[in-house]
């Protein structure tokens, strides 16, 4: 069966005196889109190379809302609203010259607090201020040229607004990495609360992450499952100090933080079932003392609880308050714990993801299109899908020919810009192709 939005690619033939004349193909819009995109990318790379090199924390992404702003203001046909939500938000609307669905296309801006340790001449040597400390600030995730990309689609799809059978919102938002104040909302929380996904009402939500996977350009989907929740715990113990030689004149809580340390571990072997899909529990901070020879008063853990099922999800979070009030009493030590609920889990609408698939081999442009395996790696882009599908893909941008690059959120993260191509023409091949398949004018 042809695809409606392929058919403007077959020739048209008639009949004059009994013969056959073949018609020359039309392209398609999809077609014609995807063209401009490839004509665009020196562009994508320059926008992406100036954003790559004024990165800005969550939350604090000014500058670079302006940069996004004044580049859409060159763009005939956005009604563009700064300012959504806390601080740098930005929503722009293209009403089509057809009508159709509302497509929302999103972007993340925020930058980490990670020093850049590659060797290129658009290099972030930036610094800024994370929770009271001087950080060094890179684009260690890849969120510089999700912008770059969203642009240049942006760019085309005002290009084609005459023939858009369909709206388009564009959603460029902050803080993606979190609230630089412990358990506060992430930017898509934000977002959402100051009604971004209304006036005009969204049908379908659409974003995409790069990574440094092998091999590059090649576009990963999947029907279901995407990535895990993200839940983040804090954990204060409260006790008494004293001399390293007289410890049971003290109830210090370091042995109490030792020891809840390990036994969180067993919240995933032994409390959770596997078979509903996969939980970790993470210990990354544990602080206290000062001196080897002095007992310290307070210990502090914090960690993270992921997971790909709503049931072990909430399992976790009550088992990680519950073991550590009960081991701190143990030790005669207090607790406070707090858990800061996160990310949703990222969840691939199985049935839209299917849909796009044709699309998603167009965009690839032979690069290939293969079906991934979830991660345990946290978003917060489904706090936008509460109540209409999500379609979330990924993008494999590694700098090197036979192997994959550095991870997201490493001092080497290095992505290959010829990647960016791919991307764009996926989110224009993706949320056009959505509005042929569901045009009911």
């Known amino acids: 069966m042809t695809h409606p939005f392929r058919l403007g690619l077959l020739a048209v033939s008639c009949f004059v005196s009994g013969l056959a004349i073949a018609q020359p193909a039309t392209p398609t819009l999809i077609d014609q889109a995807l063209q401009k995109a490839d004509l665009l990318e020196p562009q994508i790379i320059s926008w992406r190379r100036h954003l790559h090199q004024n990165?800005?924390?969550?939350?604090q992404e000014h500058n670079t809302a302006a940069y996004i702003k004044a580049a859409l203001d060159t763009m005939p046909g956005y009604v563009i609203q700064t300012g959504v939500g806390q601080t740098a938000g930005i929503k722009a609307v293209l009403t089509g010259g057809q009508p159709g669905p509302v497509v929302a296309l999103r972007a993340d801006m925020d930058a980490l607090p990670v020093e850049e340790i590659n060797d290129l001449p658009f290099k972030s040597t930036a610094r800024g201020s994370w929770q009271g400390q001087d950080v060094p600030i890179s684009h260690a995730c890849g969120h510089d040229t999700h912008m770059a990309m969203l642009l240049g689609a942006a760019q085309v799809l005002s290009d084609i607004r005459a023939d858009l059978p369909g709206t388009i919102v564009l959603i460029f938002q902050p803080a993606e990495e979190g609230n630089p104040t412990p358990g506060g909302p992430t930017g898509a929380r934000v977002m959402m609360d100051?009604?971004?996904?209304?006036?005009?009402?969204?049908?379908?939500?659409?974003?995409?992450?790069?990574?440094?996977?092998?091999?590059?350009?090649?576009?990963?989907?999947?029907?279901?499952?995407?990535?895990?929740?993200?839940?983040?715990?804090?954990?204060?113990?409260?006790?008494?100090?004293?001399?390293?030689?007289?410890?049971?004149?003290?109830?210090?809580?370091?042995t109490a933080a030792a020891e809840i340390v390990v036994s969180l571990n067993n919240i995933i072997a032994q409390r959770t079932n596997p078979g509903t899909g996969t939980t970790v529990v993470s210990v990354g901070k544990?602080?206290?003392?000062?001196?080897?020879?002095?007992?310290?008063?307070?210990?502090?853990?914090?960690?993270?609880?992921?997971?790909?099922?709503?049931?072990?999800?909430?399992?976790?979070?009550?088992?990680?308050?519950?073991?550590a009030e009960n081991i701190a009493a143990n030790h005669d030590v207090s607790a406070t714990v707090k858990i800061n609920s996160g990310y949703p889990i990222t969840i691939s609408d199985?049935?839209?993801?299917?849909?796009?698939?044709?699309?998603?081999?167009?965009?690839?442009?032979?690069?290939?299109?293969?079906?991934?395996?979830?991660?345990?790696?946290?978003?917060?882009?489904?706090?936008?899908?509460?109540?209409?599908p999500l379609v979330f893909w990924r993008l494999n941008a590694t700098p090197y020919a036979d192997k994959p690059g550095a991870a997201n959120h490493?001092?080497?993260?290095?992505?290959?810009?010829?990647?960016?191509?791919?991307?764009?023409?996926?989110?224009?091949?993706?949320?056009l192709t959505y509005m042929i398949q569901n045009n009911n004018p």
Do not use: C
């Not at 698939?357 to 509460?386: I, N, Y």
């Open 350 to 388: 199985p049935a839209t993801t299917a849909m796009l698939l044709p699309a998603f081999e167009l965009a690839a442009d032979g690069a290939g299109v293969r079906e991934t395996s979830p991660a345990m790696a946290s978003e917060d882009v489904g706090v936008f899908a509460k109540d209409i």
């Open 55 to 59: 990165p800005e924390l969550s939350f």
């Open 286 to 323: 544990l602080q206290s003392g000062f001196k080897g020879n002095v007992l310290p008063d307070t210990a502090v853990l914090e960690g993270t609880i992921r997971s790909y099922s709503p049931s072990n999800q909430l399992i976790a979070k009550d088992l990680v308050k519950r073991y």
């Open 410 to 431: 490493s001092p080497e993260f290095l992505i290959d810009e010829n990647s960016l191509r791919i991307g764009t023409r996926a989110l224009l091949a993706s949320s």
């Open 194 to 254: 100051a009604g971004v996904m209304e006036s005009p009402k969204v049908d379908v939500i659409m974003a995409q992450h790069i990574g440094a996977g092998f091999p590059s350009k090649e576009i990963g989907y999947r029907e279901g499952v995407m990535l895990a929740s993200g839940d983040g715990f804090n954990i204060s113990l409260q006790g008494e100090g004293g001399h390293g030689s007289a410890p049971w004149r003290a109830t210090s809580p370091l």
